[in-house]
């Protein structure tokens, strides 16, 4: 008996033994992750649909303003031992006392952090990342300021993603700018909309309201009279909140929440914007990525449209008026996607326009909304029904040609003769 218990008493102290010596390890584990010595080895990739924790960080280039690019595949590269710095507005969820991050990719989808090994998606902010719209105390053109959109991480650190030319008096954004690549095309899919936002702006104005069925469908009544039935259904011809800068020009989702604000939009018919319009965005960035060219991309709005009252008399359509009964918030005439490769030398360029006007005749659109001379016949990479006025009608002209008449772009733009085909 008295062997059989020393034999047990061994066997019980070498387990207690070696699982203390399991526990020191694991312990000091963390502390043994030396970033200079990961070995070499194939980058982490990561899946911009599937791989990015929610709520979503900032994914920058390390003390950059730049985002980490996005290649084929929708996919993100980070070679091993590189570092991708993370931002969150709050903090981070797995570390609470963190508003920013620098993970350096160990391998696969496991990233150092802190001396830890981390599994990406174990990497979200407690709370969506906030954009900033702010003035940038330039004007653009006559009666319009500069605004830009984006992240602000300091005070000598903001992350732009859109410029904005807004004429405060008219409630009228002129138009947008941002940058377009081929990785564009490979924009984060399935990310929510969201409610826009008066982004700090507008003083009083109640923009939702403005913008409601109910108020649009008050004010074509009160320009129109009894012939505004033919004009306004608010089941199916309407007016949305439609987006300048596109939401799907920008790849990450939280840039793409940062485009739903009332700066980066104009009225615009629903049919329109569902339609031709929306061809026009897909083609825009399908082509970029053909082509392996970047561009300046300005989206614009140009004129007001005129409907006829029950009188014949044309009336202008702005959804609003200020106590001094001049217009506010205008329904444009045109929209346009205005891109140059500032690369190329010279410099080519072309602009897409769209009529956002369901209503509009044949002899109308030569009348007044065609404004500049239409080459579309050199631009066969946009799929477009022209015979369909309804989903709007588009033309193209080229750049030096279009600013002759929309004269609130950059003056830079006049010396763009030559055509991006």
Known sequence: MGCIFKI????????????????????????????ERIPNGPPCILDINKDLPFPQPLHLQPGSTEFWPVGSKSQLQIPRGESLELQCTKNFRLKPSHKSINATCSEDKTF?????????????????????VREANNTCAANA???????????????????????????????????????????????????????????????????????????????LGSNYVKFFDNRTQFLSRGHLSSKADHIYGSQQ???????????????FNAGTWSAVENGIRRFLETKKIEVDCYTGTWGVISLPNSKGESK?????????????????????????????????????????????????????????????EWVPWIRWKRDNIAKGYFFACRVDDFIRVVDELPKSLKNVHELLV
């Open 8 to 35: 047990l008493l061994a066997l019980v102290t070498v387990f207690l033994s070696l699982s203390a010596v399991n526990s020191r390890i694991q312990l000091k584990q963390p502390e043994e992750i030396n970033v």
């Open 112 to 132: 150092i952090v802190n001396n830890e090994k981390v599994p990406f998606q174990l990497l979200n902010c407690t709370a969506p990342v906030k954009y900033k």
């Open 145 to 223: 300021n500069l605004y830009e959109i984006g992240f602000e991480l300091s005070t000598n650190r903001f992350i732009r993603t859109i410029s904005i030319c807004h004429d405060k008096s008219t409630v009228n954004t002129l138009w947008t700018f941002n940058k377009l690549k081929p990785e564009n095309v490979h924009f984060q899919k399935s990310v929510q909309r969201l409610n826009f936002s008066k982004a700090g702006f507008f003083d009083k104005r109640n923009m939702n309201h403005i913008y409601s069925k109910e108020n649009q469908k008050k004010v074509f009544e009160n320009l």
């Open 257 to 271: 929440r940062a485009t739903f604000n009332f700066f980066n939009a104009a009225p615009q018919w629903q049919i």
């Open 316 to 376: 202008d359509i702005y959804l609003t008026v200020d106590e001094n009964n001049n217009g506010e918030v205008p329904v444009p005439k045109l929209f346009y996607k205005l891109i140059v490769d500032t690369k190329s030398s010279p410099q080519k360029g072309v602009v897409l326009i769209g009529v956002n006007n369901p209503y509009v005749t044949m002899d109308d659109l030569k009348e007044d909304y065609l404004i500049c001379n239409d080459i579309s």
